[in-house]
């Protein structure tokens, strides 16, 4: 019998992939990537969505995408953005709501995975940086997987390109193929048990 898989992905704009003419973001590459189970995925995006509402919020969002039945493997993708830079949260602020929904989930046995805000405007690279680093700890204090892509991404030709080509720090069809590169290569398919076709 093929395994069922259910997974919940929580974030912003970016994870629904605004901006990408293929209209499949980054998460529509990744589940197209994992074969060999049955994947259900429910992107539940709020744009312009800081941590705090994010936190606020996900729980009881989360809990209708859920199902009693055992059988089921359900999952929780935690996708970061940059809006806490431009609400002025510090990232104290910003480390304890990703804490809090990590500490949830666990308690509720959902397992995690966290991707990280990607780069935007160069003049938010220093403190992009500084909350990109702040929520890996909070992720590695917890042993839950994070994949960094601020800094693979900062300097990247492509990546400043798409952003460049809509003007509103959006990525489009290379920006998001190069996201989910990075997070199927940050362990994604160890996270869920399954064997990396790239190994």
Same mark, same amino acid.
Request: with cysteine.
């Given at each position: 019998?093929?395994?069922?898989?259910?997974?919940?992905?929580?974030?912003?704009?970016?994870?629904?992939?605004?901006?990408?003419?293929?209209?499949?973001?980054?998460?529509?590459?990744?589940?197209?990537?994992?074969?060999?189970?049955?994947?259900?995925?429910?992107?539940? *995006?709020?744009?312009?969505?800081?941590?705090?509402?994010?936190?606020?919020?996900?729980?009881?969002?989360?809990?209708?995408?859920?199902?009693?039945?055992?059988?089921?493997?359900?999952?929780?993708?935690?996708?970061?953005?940059?809006?806490?830079?431009?609400?002025?949260?510090?990232?104290?602020?910003?480390?304890?709501?990703l804490a809090n929904v990590l500490d949830v989930a666990e308690a509720r046995h959902l397992t995690a995975f966290v991707v990280g805000p990607p780069p935007g405007a160069p003049t938010d690279d220093e403190r992009l940086?500084?909350?990109?680093?702040?929520?890996?700890?909070? *992720?590695?204090?917890?042993?839950?997987?994070?994949?960094?892509?601020? *800094?693979?991404?900062?300097?990247?030709?492509?990546?400043?390109?798409?952003?460049?080509?809509?003007?509103?720090?959006?990525?489009?069809?290379?920006?998001?193929?190069?996201?989910?590169?990075?997070?199927?290569?940050?362990?994604?398919?160890?996270?869920?048990?399954?064997?990396?076709?790239?190994?």
């Amino acid at each position: 019998m093929t395994r069922k898989l259910r997974i919940c992905v929580v974030g912003d704009e970016l994870a629904a992939g605004v901006g990408d003419p293929r209209a499949l973001g980054w998460v529509g590459r990744v589940v197209a990537r994992t074969t060999e189970v049955d994947v259900e995925h429910y992107v539940l *995006a709020v744009p312009g969505e800081t941590s705090t509402a994010l936190s606020a919020r996900w729980e009881r969002e989360v809990e209708p995408r859920l199902t009693a039945d055992p059988d089921v493997d359900q999952r929780l993708v935690v996708a970061l953005g940059r809006h806490d830079l431009a609400a002025g949260h510090s990232v104290a602020r910003s480390r304890l709501n990703l804490a809090n929904v990590l500490d949830v989930a666990e308690a509720r046995h959902l397992t995690a995975f966290v991707v990280g805000p990607p780069p935007g405007a160069p003049t938010d690279d220093e403190r992009l940086g500084d909350l990109s680093r702040a929520y890996g700890d909070v *992720a590695q204090r917890r042993r839950v997987p994070y994949v960094e892509t601020f *800094a693979p991404l900062v300097h990247h030709d492509q990546w400043r390109a798409d952003l460049a080509g809509r003007g509103d720090d959006l990525p489009q069809q290379a920006g998001y193929g190069l996201m989910a590169w990075l997070v199927l290569h940050s362990g994604w398919h160890r996270w869920l048990g399954l064997a990396d076709p790239d190994a």
